[in-house]
């Protein structure tokens, strides 16, 4: 069993930057591939960012990439989303999310633990 704990959440302005924490127990984060995904009000809710096991760089939404970088930290069982220059639009609860599979990972159904969320309001 996977439990995943975000983290680093909070309000800030636009412009200014956030780091977002991931803690995993119970497997590792090197054993899965893993994901970040946000959810506004009333929105579905919609990949950010992944990673596949083994990397170190992942693949972006094209609404953050350039600004948003996601990583992993084995020694510490920790997935990171740094998060850049960020804009009003951005505000929204973050989760992040393991999969097993690694297929069709921009898709919520391709995961199979995600933690409690984290809100990001961004304000003007």
């Known amino acids: 069993q996977v439990q995943l704990v975000e983290s680093g959440g909070g309000s800030v302005q636009a412009g200014g930057s956030l780091r977002l924490s991931c803690a995993a127990s119970?497997?590792?984060?090197?054993?899965?591939?893993m994901g970040w995904f946000r959810q506004a009000a009333g929105k579905e809710r919609d990949y950010v960012a992944f990673?596949?096991?083994?990397?170190?760089?992942?693949f972006y939404a094209d609404s953050v990439k350039g600004r948003f970088t996601i990583s992993r930290d084995n020694a510490k069982n920790t997935l990171y989303l740094e998060m850049k220059n960020v804009r009003p639009e951005d505000t929204a609860i973050y989760y992040c999310?393991?999969?097993?599979?690694?297929?069709?990972?921009?898709?919520?159904?391709?995961?199979?633990?995600w933690g409690q969320g984290t809100q990001v309001t961004v304000s003007s």
């Open positions: 990673i596949y096991r083994g990397a170190t760089s992942g």
């Open positions: 119970g497997s590792t984060v090197s054993n899965y591939c």
């Open positions: 999310a393991s999969s097993r599979s690694c297929l069709n990972w921009k898709t919520v159904s391709a995961y199979d633990y």
